[in-house]
Antibody, heavy 111, light 108 residues
Framework: QVHLQESGPGLVKPSETLSLTCSVSGDSISSHYWSWVRQPPGRRLEWIAYIYNSRTDFNPSLKSRVTISLDTSKKQISLKLTSVTAADTAVYYC??????WGQGTLVTVSS | EIVLTQSPGTLSLSPGEKATLSCRASQSVYKNYFAWYLQKPGQGPRVLIHGASIRATGIADRFTASGSGTDFTLTISRLEPEDFGVYYCQQYGSSPVTFGGGTRVEIK
C-alpha cells in the first residue's frame, strides 16, 4: 500500500514561492505518475501537474509558475509555485491518480 | 480541456435509500479513464471507482458505476451512514486532468 505525506510551510506571503514536498513509502517512486492537486476552500479539486520519471505535464492555467521534481534517493516529489497570491490558498494534495492520495496540507497565502 | 458537469448539486436522502449521481463530460473521455471519489470534511478524496466501472480495493459492492464516452453514472444501492459526503467525478485520460464540481449527498 502506497502512503503519501505532504509537508511544507502553512503560510506563504504574497509574491513569494510556495514549496511543498511529498514523501512516498510502500512502493518504488519510479513506478507511478505523481501528481499535485489542490482544492481552494469551498471549491472543486484542481490538478496542477504530474511527473513520471523525467516526463512532466502541467495544467496550462498554472504552467508558467510551476516546477515539479523527483528525488528518487529521498523518495520525494517536490512542488514549487512562484508569485503566489491569495487565490493560491488551498489544501494541496500529492497523489498517484486515481488510487493513492495524501491527506493534504493547507497553505494560506497572506501577509 | 474536458469540462465535467455533475448533477444534481445536492441529494438529500435517508439511510437505506438509493442514490444516483451523474457526470457529463464536454468531450469523450479517453479509454474510460474516469474515476469517482468520496470526500468527507477535513479529509482527502477517497477513490471509489476507476476505469469508469471498476471498484477500487476495499469498496463495498453497493457502489456500482457505469458509462462511457461522455455520460457516467454512480449508483449507491442502499446508503449507509458513512456514505454521506461530497462525490467528485474525474477524467484522467486527457491533459489537463479535470474534476467535476461535486454532488453533496446529505442526510435527509
Amino acid at each position: 500500500q502506497v502512503h503519501l505525506q505532504e509537508s511544507g510551510p502553512g503560510l506563504v506571503k504574497p509574491s513569494e514561492t510556495l514549496s511543498l514536498t511529498c514523501s512516498v513509502s510502500g512502493d518504488s517512486i519510479s513506478s507511478h505518475y505523481w501528481s499535485w492537486v489542490r482544492q481552494p476552500p469551498g471549491r472543486r479539486l484542481e490538478w496542477i501537474a504530474y511527473i513520471y520519471n523525467s516526463r512532466t505535464d502541467f495544467n496550462p492555467s498554472l504552467k508558467s509558475r510551476v516546477t515539479i521534481s523527483l528525488d528518487t534517493s529521498k523518495k520525494q516529489i517536490s512542488l514549487k509555485l512562484t508569485s503566489v497570491t491569495a487565490a493560491d490558498t488551498a489544501v494541496y494534495y500529492c497523489a498517484s491518480i486515481p488510487q493513492f492520495w495524501g491527506q493534504g496540507t493547507l497553505v494560506t497565502v497572506s501577509s | 480541456e474536458i469540462v465535467l458537469t455533475q448533477s444534481p448539486g445536492t441529494l438529500s436522502l435517508s439511510p437505506g435509500e438509493k442514490a444516483t449521481l451523474s457526470c457529463r463530460a464536454s468531450q469523450s473521455v479517453y479509454k474510460n479513464y474516469f474515476a469517482w471519489y468520496l470526500q468527507k470534511p477535513g479529509q482527502g478524496p477517497r477513490v471509489l471507482i476507476h476505469g469508469a466501472s471498476i471498484r477500487a480495493t476495499g469498496i463495498a459492492d453497493r457502489f456500482t458505476a457505469s458509462g462511457s464516452g461522455t455520460d457516467f453514472t454512480l449508483t449507491i444501492s442502499r446508503l449507509e451512514p458513512e456514505d454521506f459526503g461530497v462525490y467528485y467525478c474525474q477524467q484522467y485520460g486527457s491533459s489537463p486532468v479535470t474534476f467535476g464540481g461535486g454532488t453533496r449527498v446529505e442526510i435527509k
